[in-house]
């Protein structure tokens, strides 16, 4: 079978018409999700572009890969995956596979895509690199003007200085856009493969919608602010939160903006999710869709001005870790699944649907059962990680179906009722009436710990009523006999 597997960065589920959104016009991918599978609890297995990325190379969650921050953040961990280990795209070479990745690589520091079996150019970076040869040469050979902006929006740093770049209008017309660039070069390398006739798994990394919005006029002003429905964690105080949060908000420079700023931010950001879904688009329309499954996704979301906060970073909101997530297979049936699953079960499915041994990955679980139709036994919630951005901040998750729990070693732990609390503004963590909750959830989350080998749950061991501790926490090794018979 043919795959084609089309990523974003930094996309928010709430972009899309296909996942209720009346204002963005998403046709293609609307499309997709119509005549596919939707699934409506699909998860990052951490919100940061590297550590994701490797995760989908590897079927490997974080922890266990090491790769755990961006190269231009990097805090001190591991930039590359170690030589030697199992990654989809070699799996695939060895299958008789013909292997492309065109776009956004950002998965590795010294490795670049060729060192991983697919073919294309390496654009590395965690924007546009809008001065790659590549780029140039595909502006010179249609004569199309360079990159220019203009209409630059940013706030203030809390130092005084000009905050990050949020968005810009594009002097550009948009077949000039990276984005146009790279459905041109993915259409064409579509092409070289049909041609050959092997079976062949093609991917498209589009660098957007990650800030900064940097679209031409006519996507800069496609969505009139006053469709911009502020989100409900607007109104986030930060009282009784991690003080990380707040000190993110003044990175982010959200309270040095106006509200009308804000939703313009918004409107932009949606300007340029609709940029994206024509290119998916055209792509779409290049491929035989009766012999080639698809996959949409992206590798975690964004805030948006949600929680006052932009970008991603220590807070683990549903804006940033729930995303899109897509698949078509041919023959199967149209619809939408709640089951909790993960980017990370991309590359089992990809390796499944390939016919490959899927046992590497693994912290994968191939989703093509569920793509099927099939009802097979599945968990009931999730676990998510993070290691830090900016500087190291270890964080754990688990998401079931009305609860969250964010244990947080440095800080107060967090727990939301997404049933009543859907913006995740109330913090309950150490509230008497959510004892029951907590309780059990602290449990669930550490024996899931100690069962896929992560070791943050050694903190947690000392830290928390987890159950039965059987081995002195310390790991001495000099006093075992004290907790052979220790409950909590």
Not at 21 to 29: C, D, E, K, Y
Not at 118 to 142: C, Q, R, S, T
Not at 474 to 487: A, E, I
């Amino acid at each position: 079978m043919n795959l084609l597997f089309l990523m974003t960065d930094q996309h928010r589920v709430d972009t899309l018409g296909a996942y209720g959104n009346p204002h963005v016009p998403t046709p293609n991918l609307d499309r997709l999700a119509a005549t596919g599978t939707r699934f409506d609890r699909w998860y990052t297995p951490t919100a940061i572009c590297t550590p994701a990325r490797a995760s989908l190379l590897t079927g490997q969650a974080p922890f266990r890969h090491k790769v755990l921050a961006n190269q231009e953040r990097n805090v001190g961990y591991q930039e590359d995956l170690p030589d030697g280990v199992f990654t989809f795209g070699r799996a695939l070479r060895d299958r008789g596979y013909q292997c492309g990745l065109l776009g956004k690589w950002h998965a590795s520091s010294a490795k670049t895509p060729a060192d991983y079996g697919f073919d294309g150019p390496h654009l590395p970076g965690w924007h546009n690199p809008v001065d790659h040869p590549d780029y140039l040469a595909y502006l010179k050979e249609n004569d199309l003007p360079p990159y220019e902006i203009h209409d630059r929006i940013r706030g203030t740093l809390p130092n005084g200085g000009p905050g990050n770049l949020l968005a810009a209008r594009l002097r550009q017309p948009v077949e000039a856009t990276f984005e146009h660039y790279l459905a041109t070069r993915t259409i064409s390398l579509l092409r070289d493969y049909a041609a050959d006739g092997r079976p062949f798994f093609m991917a498209t990394h589009f660098f957007g919608p990650h800030l900064p919005y940097i679209v031409p006029d006519e996507y800069f002003d496609l969505i009139d602010p006053a469709l911009v429905e502020l989100p409900g964690s607007i109104a986030e105080t930060f009282e009784g939160k991690p003080p990380v949060q707040r000190n993110y908000s003044a990175h982010w420079t959200f309270d040095t903006m106006s509200l009308e700023v804000t939703r313009k931010l918004i409107a932009v950001y949606w300007g340029y999710v609709a940029l994206i879904d024509f290119q998916i688009g055209r792509i779409l329309d290049a491929i035989d869709e009766s012999g080639t499954a698809v996959f949409f996704t992206c590798d975690h979301g964004e805030f948006t001005g949600s929680h006052r906060l932009h970008d991603k970073g220590p807070a683990m909101y549903e804006d940033i870790y729930r995303t899109p997530g897509i698949i078509r297979i041919p023959g199967a049936p149209p619809q939408a699944r709640d089951e909790f699953v993960s980017l990370l079960d991309c590359t089992a499915t990809i390796l499944d649907l390939a016919g490959v041994d899927t046992t590497p990955a693994v912290d994968s679980r191939s989703l093509a059962p569920l793509v099927r139709g099939e009802t097979p036994q599945w968990r009931p919630d999730i676990v998510c990680e993070f290691h830090g951005h900016h500087f190291p901040y270890p964080q754990r998750m688990l998401r079931e179906d009305r609860y969250k729990l964010v244990v947080n070693p440095e800080s107060t732990n967090e727990l939301y009722d997404l049933e009543l609390d859907p913006d995740e503004l109330v913090n309950l963590y150490h509230r008497p009436e959510s004892a029951a909750v907590r309780e059990r959830m602290l449990r669930r989350l550490y024996g899931l710990l100690v069962e896929r080998g992560d070791n943050f749950h050694h903190w947690m061991t000392s830290m928390y009523q987890v159950g039965e501790v059987d081995h002195d926490p310390t790991l001495s090794g000099l006093d075992d006999q004290s907790y052979l018979s220790y409950r909590s």
